[in-house]
């Protein structure tokens, strides 16, 4: 079983950045590839980034690429989304996911979620 705590949103203007946090209770935390997905109120889930389980690889949707960087500690048990150049579009629910396999977009295939953080950019 696999516990994910995301933590780091809030409130930001256009432009701004934040830092997301998702922090996960398993005893084997670098058997787990992660990924970032956010939803917005009315629209289907997307993905966001996604983490190879030693970090070696990273894959980013089109829309922030070049802003936004995922990474990970695997020594704390920890993944992050730094997330620069924020947009009004960015606003929704971001959710931090795991599985064992590497499934990159794929939200329906990940087993483990958090229950989400809010960031809201204004404009």
């Known amino acids: 079983q696999v516990q994910l705590v995301e933590s780091g949103g809030g409130l930001v203007q256009a432009g701004g950045s934040l830092r997301l946090s998702c922090a996960a209770s398993?005893?084997?935390?670098?058997?787990?590839?992660m990924g970032w997905f956010r939803q917005a109120p009315g629209k289907e889930r997307e993905f966001v980034a996604a983490i190879s389980w030693s970090g070696g690889r990273t894959d980013y949707a089109d829309t922030v690429k070049g802003r936004f960087t995922m990474s990970r500690d695997n020594a704390k048990k920890m993944v992050y989304l730094q997330m620069n150049s924020l947009k009004p579009e960015d606003t929704a629910i971001y959710y931090c996911?795991?599985?064992?396999?590497?499934?990159?977009?794929?939200?329906?295939?990940?087993?483990?979620w958090g229950q989400g953080t809010q960031v809201t950019v204004s404009s």
């Open positions: 996911a795991a599985d064992l396999q590497y499934y990159e977009s794929r939200w329906r295939e990940y087993d483990y």
């Open positions: 398993v005893r084997t935390f670098s058997s787990y590839a």
